[in-house]
């Protein structure tokens, strides 16, 4: 009684106390209560109540009124600044306008008066409705088919928002008759389709109402696309023109999930747009796989295919059978291993306040390890017989909004990257301009600790059967093998640095996304993309690579191009899962990117996969 607005102020009282309590998910839902556009939101609501409790009396009849009483005064005395004023005001055409709407919307009735319906109406005759549609540039957003036996035509679909839609006046089943006066009986559906196309201005439907409207009780869904789409493409979609392309990784608003196989949805990019038709999840899926049995086959092991169950009592026959390459055979000249791996070492050390500080994730040996096994997972670009290819993945993920509370742990930052394009060098950065903020997580090795070494600074030097513990325990997130010792990356060293409230940055293979896509570490995803072929040959003049080949020697110009193709097929295959993508042109820019895309993923609200959320619910 007291009002909706009181309500709420009483309940913001409460989840202030929540708020104080740092109840999960009170904090976000106490500013949306507080928000300035919902409390104008209802008091227009409550503004529209009073109307309709208390009817508007027409007003033009008093201001009439006053205005014979102000023309009375000016013939009494001579006119003050205030009369003047008011006279000027009564006899304005806007006043008299907006006097005469209020009139209007006072006085009126707004139910439309039918006139009565004749007595001598067959009880069988069905009840006919005449719709009439002004035609502008915009499609009907309806569609049509034909009933296979009776040869009827319906409405099919309507599409949401689209003209029809808004009429409100068609609905999905109602049964054609006429358009534009000419009878469709026994026309084909293209033909009537013809007849929509040719006209011109209003277009009048006879039609026969569905007798059991569809009533739709759906909740608005929305989906990250982990496929591509377009309906141009499509030889299977009922209207190729109602289509809605789509690339992987775009955010749809699904707003329909009537049809088994045909789903209405918008792009979250522009929600104010009609919706469109998009393959459903089952079809879309049947498409992939159709797609995927008319790519030529090409057999190949994939280090993640293997299913966790199955126990390798070897670990180095394993590797054998799933590393095909034969650069094991390349020895690298140990001279040049021991200058660059000094290199390296002075490079991860840098001085804060006369600390050391050393950062792990950079040594040599990881990263050789890390393109070893990339170079495992090219082929999974071809026919793949395993999911390492997503070919029978969800085509699409059902995503929530995602507010990080500031208690919350941080989302750990994973930046990938074709090899040589600047992952370790952006990330180097990152962490040395706030050592206290970033961090990366220490990789494990099975290698033996040299003597300048520490546990746990440079790697955690663990014996060969911990390691494969922890694979088979998936708490790795990617791992390898490299000169016969193995190395990788692991949760809980990932974890450790979450725990000491730092943001944690690593860099992965893309084939490890998926496994460090887990709820408790909310990864945020950037891929450093390389500039133009044209632009590398400027800005890495005096640019190192590292190769298994040689060391910390100049770019060629086959390791720019095989930068950019590895970037594109990294694209193509992972680019549903990239939260951001920089381009590494200019150093110093794409520095400044990272560091603010850092910071927009942990304090900006993020669409992430709902599951992460549900599960945060049930621990
Ligand atoms: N934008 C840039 N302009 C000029 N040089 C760059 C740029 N980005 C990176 N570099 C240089 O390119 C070289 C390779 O970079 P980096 O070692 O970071 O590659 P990476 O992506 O980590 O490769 P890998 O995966 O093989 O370890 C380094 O010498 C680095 O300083």
Redesign the pocket.
Known sequence: DSGLSHVLTLVLQELSLLCKRDVNGVGMLYDLLRSRWLQALLKIYECLQNYLEKRPVPVMLQAHALNCEVVELLHEAPPSGEIKELRRLLRSPHLRALLSAHDTVAQKDFEPTLPPLPDNIPENEEAMRIVCLVKNNQPLGATIKRHEITGDITVARVIHGGLADRSGLLYAGDKLVEVNGVSIDGLEPEQVINILALSQGTIMFKLIPVSDRPVSNQTTLYVRAMADYWPLQDPAIPCADAGLPFKKGEILQIVDQNDALWWQARKLSDLSACAGLIPSNHLLKRKQREFWWTQPFQPHFCLKLFPSSVFFPDLDNFFVCVDLSAEDDMQIDEKCVETVFVLILEEEEFGELGQRVFIAGFRRSM?LC??KSRANQQSCYARCPSSCCSTFAAPYEEVVRYQRHPGDRNRLIVLV?P????????RRRLIASNPREFQSAVPHTTRVQKSYEMNGREYHYVSKETFENMVYSHRMLEYGEYRGYMYGTSIDAVRTVLNEGKICVI?LEPHGIQIARTHELKPYIIFIKPSSISCMRQ??KN????TDYYVNMKFKEEDLQEMEDSAKKMEAQFGQFFDQVIV????QE?SAQLLSAVHHAQDEPQWVPAIWICSDTQT
């Open positions: 990263r890390r393109r990257g090899a040589g394009v600047g992952v370790n060098e952006l860099d800005t890495r640019a190192r690579i590292i590494n042109d200019n150093l794409a």
